[in-house]
C-alpha cells in the first residue's frame, strides 16, 4: 500500500513514526505545507482551502490511502476531503476518542483534551466522547506549543513557563488527549510536569491501531521507501524527520 500522509508541517512526523514502528506500509510520501504553519489558528474556510489544495498535490501520487496527520484539518476538512479525494481519506479525532475510550475503564476519568485554537473551538473531541458518555472534560488551546515545536524547543525554561501558563487553572488529569500531532515531540515534558499517573492519548499510536483494526495486514515493511514534500524549506522538513524520525 502506498499511502500520504499530511500535515501543516513538522508534526505529522509524529505519526509517521508510529506507521514506521507498526511497519504497514511498503510507501509513504509525507507532505508538510510549512509555508502556512501554523493551521490551529486560521478560520474554518481556510483550513478547508488549504486541505483540498493538499489533496491536489497528492494527486501526482496515485495513493491508496491518504492519513489526515493534523487534528485541526480532520476536525473541519475530512469531508471535504473525501468529496475531493482519489483514496480514501482517515483523520485523528475519530481514533484519538477510540484510543480514549479503550484507555479508560470510568466514565468520569478526568479527561484534559489539548490542542490547536481551532482544534478546541471545534468541539470535535468533546462532542464524540461525551457521546460515548465521558461526562468530566477540561479543554485548553494550547497554540504557543506548535511554533516552539517548529522552532525545535522540546524542553528548557521557554517551554516550562508556556507550562504556567496553560495549566494553572487545570486539575490534574487522568488522561491527556494530545489533539495535536504536534504535541507529541514535547511528550517528555508534559510527562514531568503532569506526573507519572497520567495518561496520554497520541494520535499515531491511535491512528495504527484503528488502521489495524480496519484493514488486514499480512506483511511487515520494515524500511519502507519514504518522500518528504514541503510547501517551504523541504530541506529544513528533512533534517527534522531525519532527527526525530531516526
Ligand atoms: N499538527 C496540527 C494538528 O494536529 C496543527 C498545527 C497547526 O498547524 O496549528 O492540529
Redesign the pocket.
Known amino acids: 500500500m502506498k499511502i500520504g500522509v499530511f ?3 513538522v ?2 512526523l509524529s505519526v509517521v513514526k508510529s506507521l514506521l514502528h507498526a511497519a504497514l506500509f511498503e510507501e509513504i510520501i509525507y507532505f508538510g505545507d510549512t509555508a502556512r ?5 486560521k478560520d474554518k474556510n481556510t483550513i478547508i482551502r488549504y486541505a483540498i489544495e493538499a489533496v491536489e498535490c497528492f494527486k501526482n501520487f496515485e495513493l491508496d490511502l491518504m492519513i489526515v ?5 480532520s476536525a473541519y476538512a475530512l469531508e471535504e476531503m473525501r468529496e475531493a479525494a482519489a483514496s480514501p481519506v482517515v483523520g ?1 479525532v475519530e481514533s484519538g476518542v477510540l484510543a480514549t475510550s479503550k484507555m479508560l475503564t470510568k466514565k468520569d476519568a478526568n479527561i484534559l483534551i489539548l ?2 485554537q ?2 478546541i473551538r471545534s468541539q470535535a473531541y468533546e462532542k464524540e466522547l461525551s457521546r460515548l458518555g465521558f461526562t468530566n472534560l477540561q479543554a485548553k488551546a494550547t ?1 504557543l506549543f ?1 511554533p516552539l515545536v517548529e522552532e525545535q524547543i522540546y524542553s528548557g525554561k521557554i517551554l516550562e513557563a508556556v507550562f504556567s501558563h496553560y495549566f494553572q487553572d487545570i486539575q490534574t488529569p487522568d488522561i491527556v488527549i494530545l ?4 504535541f507529541p515531540l514535547i511528550l517528555d515534558a508534559l510527562r514531568d510536569y503532569f506526573g507519572e499517573e497520567t495518561l496520554f492519548v497520541h ?1 499515531g499510536d491511535a491512528i495504527v491501531a484503528s488502521l489495524m483494526q480496519q484493514f488486514s495486514f499480512t506483511q511487515r515493511y520494515e524500511n519502507p521507501k519514504i518522500e518528504f514534500f514541503a510547501s517551504q524549506s523541504p530541506d529544513e522538513l528533512k533534517k527534522v524527520a531525519a532527527r526525530w524520525l531516526s
Open positions: 500535515d501543516s508541517g508534526g505529522g504553519v501554523p493551521y490551529g489558528i496527520a493534523c487534528n485541526t484539518v485523528v490542542g490547536t481551532a482544534t497554540g506548535v489533539g495535536c500531532t504536534h494520535s
